[in-house]
């Protein structure tokens, strides 16, 4: 069946709509707003752990993606320091780091109960694929 | 067919629009402003003061460095990879800031004090840049600047040819004495020569 001739140029319209979004998904880098992932330690943390208690504040594991999300933000809400790798957060302090590179790292970290944080970095979305799954992920989780 | 086609190309552009946002003007000029290569501290503190023996002979302090960035480092002469890397990135460093390398000081305190005597230290920070300067003290001295600092330094193996697991990470000082950043071990001298115009400007 032969679509009629008000149907044709409805459809190569659409045609444009889909095959132009698609590559801009695909292809367009990706911007957002803020790059950083930030945690907060609670007050009291270090007490709890003196008591023995499970502390579970934030993931033992933090996934941080280049060009998306590839800073980390840990702010001290407690009221002792709290090392973080070689760095000691001062309470009401906050410590700000960057990643550059995709890999693994693995820090010292007194907040968590086995005193140790891992951040794995992925790479940015790569044109093409890459980028059209981040974007559908993120409409679809937008709705 | 031709209102069709502005019709689809209108509906693509409020697409490609929506799902674009670029950050808001305020927000994009916040970001570049506290963009650092460096992790930072914030707000910032007055980095711990030491005072230890340096390779010029003299005692080594912080106070001394006002009104230049110090980046300090620990290690220990012998060490094989970590701290060769670490003083060569920072001697291209200074070599890139130009003019203004004299308001930059590397500090180089050791993390072996039973190896790495003033005169031995200097020797072999010269190798790296003549203006780096060594710091040395009594082992329970050098055990406290350490824990100022959050460094860690184990000792591994036995015999003569231990070495010593040590952070490895930079920390940088503002020329009003705040420990302000601090560089993880591996990045390029580029990165020190950013952020040393940084808090030198700042």
Known sequence: ?143 | MAAVLLLALACMAATLVHFAPAPAPQQAAAMSAEVLKAGVFSPAYAAPEFSLRGTDGSDVNLARYRGKVVLLTFGFTHCAAVCPTTLATLAQARNGLGTTADKVQVIYITVDPDRDDAGHMKAYLAAFDPTFLGATGSANKLAAVRKDYGVTAVREGAGPDYAMAHTSSIFLIDPAGRLRALMPFGHKPADFVHDVRYLLNS
């Open chain 1, 1 to 143: 069946m032969r679509p009629s001739s008000w149907k044709r140029p409805l459809l190569a319209a659409l045609s444009v709509v889909v095959l132009g979004t698609l590559g801009w998904a695909a292809l367009a880098p990706i911007r957002v707003a803020s790059h950083e992932a930030a945690f907060e330690i609670p007050r009291g943390t270090f007490a709890h752990r003196m008591h023995g208690e499970h502390v579970d504040i934030f993931p033992q594991t933090i996934r941080l993606t280049l060009g998306l999300n590839d800073v980390l933000v840990l702010r001290n809400g407690d009221s002792v320091p709290h090392l973080f790798g070689p760095a000691i957060i001062m309470p009401g302090q906050s410590f700000r780091l960057p990643f550059e590179t995709a890999s693994t790292y693995s820090f010292q970290c007194t907040a968590h109960p086995n005193g140790g944080l891992s951040v794995i970095v992925d790479p940015a979305p790569a044109p093409g694929w890459g980028r059209l799954q981040w974007r559908w992920y993120e409409l679809t989780s937008a709705a």
